[in-house]
């Protein structure tokens, strides 16, 4: 029985050493053409294009202009009015969403003005709040002070900082 199970043993690994030394000469097999799967990743390719334009657009026509074009059915406008419509659209949604951001930060600004230490150096425009004085000679105005600073957004996202900000 052990004999037995030795060369079985033998076998397979004989077998699996000329598999594995055959792989390495053979050029790699490439896998078949999967036009569903490509198709699919295609789809993705095109909504993520179509979300990079801030315009809600309705999938199913979206879906149906498709099916359309790929059976030779006219568009319903020509490529420069769907261009035109789209940009009008996209401006649309620009000012509607910048009213609302200027909307935001005015509200902040008013809210935050009223916070101990808070100076506007504009007001209703900019504002800033020292941490930290610093120690030292004071800055001569024809020389450039090291400054550590925090930018945030209203939901506070830093969207810029010194290098070296102090923890």
């Known amino acids: ?3 037995k199970l030795l060369i ?23 896998e078949p053409i999967n036009i569903s799967k490509i198709s699919e990743a295609f789809g993705h390719l095109i909504s993520k294009n179509i979300q990079t334009t ?4 309705d999938i ?8 359309d074009a790929s059976s030779g059915k006219e568009a319903p406008m020509s490529e420069m009015e769907c261009i035109q ?19 935001k930060a005015q509200e902040f600004l008013t809210a935050n ?7 506007s150096l504009e007001e209703g425009k900019v504002q800033y709040k020292v ?5 030292g000679v004071a800055v001569e105005t ?8 925090t930018g945030k957004l209203l939901d506070g996202t830093v969207f810029g900082a010194s290098n070296d900000v102090i923890g």
């Open 131 to 135: 941490d930290q004085e610093g120690t």
């Open 60 to 67: 199913a026509q979206v879906i149906k202009g498709l099916e």
């Open 8 to 30: 079985a043993t033998s076998s397979l690994l004989v077998g699996a050493t000329c598999l594995m030394h055959a792989d390495t000469q053979q050029e790699p097999q490439k």
């Open 142 to 149: 024809h020389f450039s002070p090291l400054i550590h600073y």
């Open 85 to 103: 419509a789209i940009t009008a659209v996209q401006e649309a949604v620009f000012q509607e969403q910048s009213t609302e951001n200027l909307k």
């Open 1 to 3: 029985m052990k004999k």
């Open 113 to 119: 003005s009223s916070q101990k230490d808070v100076v």
């Open 54 to 57: 801030g315009v809600k657009f």
